[in-house]
């Protein structure tokens, strides 16, 4: 009997009311719908028609229904609608659904009429800041109960947001059908759900299996006669094949499965797509149909331009996969928010292999948070597990940050959602917590082996670094990981790589932009902020405009990742790479493309990296002086097949020529990674930019290039023979004295204030003598013509001692660092900043004294100048704006300046020569700055003001030029 499935689309045009006072339930609207709706696209949310809106919000629409459907079974299903939903029918209440990422289906039939029918859906998107019925949306800064991944951090959306249908079948279907492959004992155990609203009978049930491109050539077919009791029945048949064709990211190959129920007047039948693959964890390694594999991509955090939900399109959603597959990506982690079902069937299609995730992400703890979380997984896994794509799930992330559970509860939590995990797919692995439940190396994750409830130890890092990095986090990349045991670094990068704000804002419609749609808005206040910033530095001479100073900075970032990339493909204990993100998301401006996939240099720099074979080269230390010996090795990444011999070289070049050779050879690879070269070489004479070039070539054929960029500095030159310096210890005098300057000792009785005063503030001070002394007698030199340079000062706490008022305390992030050309910085790098620096900016990862950014608008409103800084986004989506921060920087103090330096210099003098030249520019800087004259006021007490008369003159002397 042909089976007589019918599936109706109900997307399309409905009316949408919104209700901020939360009326429309006592108002009886899914009785009688008010006025004043809007129409709206479903699938869809309703930000794209009221942008901010959080609350309750009613749908409407209306559809015939056939009369051959009298005596069947119809049923409404909704791809997923954020977050709580309500149905009605005619008036007759359906039932309701909590979770806004899986989808949910009520039966309609008791309440069906022919002909017209009118169906309501009441749906509530919960607020971030107050609780609407019991729903809080909850974010990491704000976390709540309810699993909605980072909703309440990016664009808290809602709204009936994926497809809509109706199901018309008969009274006995097939409800749900799960292929369990074992491809390499030649079968599939097919796990059917048949329900049964008919009397209790025996059925034929069956199914037959094709390649999903030619649906006609079955090869595989198994029927039954089954007795189904009323209600819910589970048949479990075993499909044989003869042959079978293995589904591989490499070789994406389908095959249809379609199970069917027949018996007196009764037919239906359910088709899903599937694949014929193994992917398990043996001997240390991913193996993927028993090969060994590598998983090289990226974090998908499902944000999108416009819909901010989903892919507006599904031509969007194959070029965003195909983008990482035609550029030597083969895998993505689908982070905290599952990816609408097309998105899915696209990337078993195309061949992507997927781990995917439930929305719970720092939850709270609450009595209901348990059953919400088994829902979450329960349902994410029923919808998806047919797909080949998806080869392993991750349950939780980060758990060690989950507000009010300790970790034996996380512990607990997570055993239980295993079990769930498990009984309702037990064909894949089963990860417990993405990032471990600590994130040191040694806390384990436990990996469900598939087909068992064995686990196996797996380390899952999110290893992040500061950027630009330094050279011990480059190394610390080849090296991290265990010998025997899998490592998946499943989070690294999170650049801030800010894209093209303009060429962003310009694909938005003139009548999205007048909307307000929350991404093109967020885009346009970060450009707005980021302009403001820019222009109060005076960066315009520097850069030019924002749009250079950003494509300055992505190629900076990008080198940087590229060199990360490059790392731990040459390290032999690492199998998995998963890069912190594709796609700008929010607040989130980390992305290897923008909002609308365009790449930036960060993807472009990373596809040189992913390409096989590879070579790597390494250089060490990255900051040298003449002649200094440096440590290098090149290592070759391929296939370990030892059936071709490549040939390596390696040279030091300075600009585009090439300078001296460092080593070359042939390689036959026998491992995936091999070291070929590993020794010294003497810096070039001169300072200058240098790069470590190394070249992979089979023939006359180029296969691989790549470099690493070091630079060789001068010796510091001091020009001043005498300084003051402020201490709590020698380091400081000694450096000086090692360069052959005479080092006084600066007190509140010092009155020489035509020498340079170098003051370490490393360890903020609270003594009275050290500020209203010390301070004010230093404040009195600069005032008269002196310079005072402090290094690293807790800067607020020298308001009225030294500066006028007080400069803030800057929080910062993730930056976007620059320097202006400045004598202070003769001989260093200026423009955006890159590794040259990374051992000396202010550090959100150091210590707290070495975090230390001052606000930059302070500085400027005081009439001060930031001579190297950085911008950091605030990455928490609101406001979307920008921080300035200031590392180095000076003030006009009366006749003479104060320079102020949080750069950390005197911790890194004897290893880092940027840090030595740098000090030594500065008490250059500052000798020139000095200005004769006035010595005379300096014979007062140091607690006594300079007169106000004095002051005005010297004001008087600056006003007139």
């Not at 629409?61 to 791809?79: E, H, I, M, N, Q």
């Not at 149905?87 to 990422?101: T, V």
């Not at 840090?915 to 006021?937: D, Q, R, V």
């Amino acid at each position: 009997m042909t089976p007589r499935r019918q599936v109706v689309s109900l997307n399309g045009r409905w009316q949408l009311v919104f209700d901020p006072k939360n009326v429309g339930k006592k108002q009886e609207w899914f009785r009688k719908f008010p006025s004043g709706s809007v129409r709206i696209n479903v699938p869809g949310v309703w930000e794209q028609v009221k942008p901010g809106y959080d609350g309750v919000g009613w749908y409407r629409t209306s559809f015939d229904a056939a009369p051959d459907w009298k005596g069947k079974t119809v049923r409404l299903k909704v791809g997923a609608a954020c977050y709580y939903a309500e149905c009605w029918l005619n008036g007759r209440y359906l039932g309701s659904h909590e979770g806004g990422f899986t989808p949910f289906i009520f039966t309609l039939s008791p309440h069906l009429r022919s002909g017209a029918n009118d169906l309501v859906v009441r749906i509530i998107n919960p607020p971030i800041n107050e609780e609407l019925e019991g729903f809080r949306a909850g974010a990491p800064l704000n976390q709540g109960s309810l699993p909605v991944g980072k909703n309440a951090w990016y664009f808290n959306f809602g709204g009936i947001w994926q497809d809509v249908e109706l199901i018309v079948t008969d009274p006995v279907y097939v409800e749900d059908c799960f292929v369990q492959p074992h491809p390499f004992q030649k079968k599939a155990v097919i796990v059917l759900e048949m329900r049964n609203k008919n009397r209790a009978a025996t059925y034929e049930v069956s199914c037959t299996i094709a390649p999903k491109t030619q649906p006609e050539a079955v090869v595989s077919e198994v029927r039954r006669r089954v007795f189904l009791a009323a209600g819910v029945n589970t048949v479990s048949l075993t499909a044989k094949f003869s042959d079978v064709h293995l589904w591989s990211d490499t070789d994406p190959f389908l095959y249809t499965a379609t199970a069917s129920v027949a018996g007196d007047d009764v037919s239906d039948s359910l088709s899903v797509t599937f694949g014929m693959r193994e992917f398990t964890i043996a001997k240390g390694q991913f193996l993927l149909n028993r090969k060994p594999v590598i998983l090289n991509g990226f974090l998908q955090q499902g944000v999108y331009p416009r819909t901010l939900a989903f892919p507006e399109s599904r031509e969007f959603a194959a070029r965003e996969l195909k983008l990482l597959k035609d550029h030597g990506f083969n895998f993505m982690r689908v982070h905290l928010k599952p990816a609408p079902s097309f998105y899915l069937d696209l990337a078993d299609e195309i061949g992507i292999l997927i781990l995917e995730e439930p929305p719970m992400a720092w939850i709270a703890r609450s009595p209901e948070t348990e059953k919400r979380c088994v829902r979450e997984v329960t349902e994410l896994l029923r919808r998806d597990r047919n797909h080949p794509s998806i080869v392993f799930w991750c349950l939780l992330n980060e758990a060690y940050h989950f507000r009010s559970f300790t970790i034996p509860q996380v512990r607990r939590l997570v055993k239980k959602l295993g079990a769930v995990g498990r009984k309702t797919d037990a064909t894949r692995l089963l990860l417990d917590t993405s990032g471990g439940l600590g994130n040191r190396l040694g806390d384990w994750s436990e990996i469900m082996l598939p087909y068992t409830t064995k686990t196996a130890k797996m380390i899952d890092l999110h290893k992040y670094c500061q950027l630009p990095p330094t050279d011990a986090d480059i190394v610390s990349y080849r090296q991290t990981g265990r010998r025997g045991i899998v490592f998946l670094n499943s989070e690294y990068g999170a650049p801030q790589a800010e894209p093209d704000y303009e060429e962003v804002i310009k694909r938005y419609t003139p009548a999205e932009r007048k909307l307000g749609l929350e991404d093109c808005t967020l885009h346009q206040d970060f450009l707005d902020s980021l302009s403001h910033w820019f222009r109060q530095g005076g960066l315009q001479n520097e850069f030019g405009s924002v749009k250079e100073f950003i494509r300055q900075v992505n190629e900076l970032r990008a080198d940087e990742i590229r060199l990360i990339l490059c790392q731990q493909r040459a390290n032999p204990r690492q199998h998995g790479i998963c890069f912190c993100q594709l796609a700008d998301a929010s607040g989130e401006i980390f992305g290897a493309t923008d909002i609308w996939r365009r790449p930036k240099e960060v993807f472009r720099q990373m596809a040189t990296a992913a390409a096989t074979p590879l070579i790597v080269p390494e250089v060490m230390p990255r900051l040298t002086l003449p002649g200094k010996r440096l440590s290098a090795r090149v290592t070759v990444v391929a296939a370990p097949d030892g059936s071709r011999t490549m040939r390596w070289r390696c040279f030091v070049a300075k600009g585009d020529s090439e300078t001296v050779e460092i080593g070359a050879g042939d390689v036959e690879p026998r491992a995936r990674v091999t070291t070929v070269w590993k020794g010294s070489f003497p810096a070039p004479g001169k300072p200058g930019a240098c790069r470590l070039v190394a070249e992979l070539n089979d023939g006359e054929r180029l296969l691989s290039r790549q470099d690493i960029s070091f630079r060789v500095l001068p010796e510091p030159s001091v020009v001043p023979s005498r300084v003051a310096c402020v201490s709590p210890d020698s380091v400081l005098s000694d450096w000086f004295r090692t360069h052959r300057v005479e080092v006084d000792r600066f007190s509140n009785n010092y009155r020489d204030k035509n020498v340079p005063i170098i003051a370490d503030c490393r360890v903020p001070s609270f003594d009275v003598v050290f500020f209203q002394e010390v301070m004010q007698q230093a404040r009195k030199c600069s005032q008269l013509g002196g310079c005072l340079v402090l290094l690293q000062p807790e800067t607020m706490l020298f308001h009225n001692f030294v500066f006028p008022g007080i400069i803030h305390f800057q929080p910062v992030m993730r930056m976007s660092l620059y320097a202006k050309r400045h004598r202070v910085l003769e001989n260093l790098p200026t423009g955006c900043l890159g590794y040259e620096y990374a051992e000396l900016y202010p550090n959100q990862r150091a210590s707290a004294r070495d975090c230390r950014w001052d606000k930059g608008a302070d500085i400027v409103a005081m009439g001060g100048e930031v001579i190297a800084g950085g911008f950091s986004s605030h990455m928490w989506t609101r406001p979307a704006d920008y921080r300035w921060g200031a590392a180095l920087w000076e003030m006009k103090l009366g006749r003479g300046k104060v320079v102020v330096c949080q750069f950390r210099l005197i911790d890194n003098l004897a290893s880092n020569p940027v840090a030595g030249n740098l000090l030594a520019n500065l008490a250059n800087y500052a000798a020139e700055s000095i200005k004769t004259g006035y010595e005379e006021y300096l014979l007062s007490r140091c607690i006594d003001p300079i007169p106000d008369a004095v002051l005005r003159k010297i004001s008087r002397e600056r006003s007139s030029g």
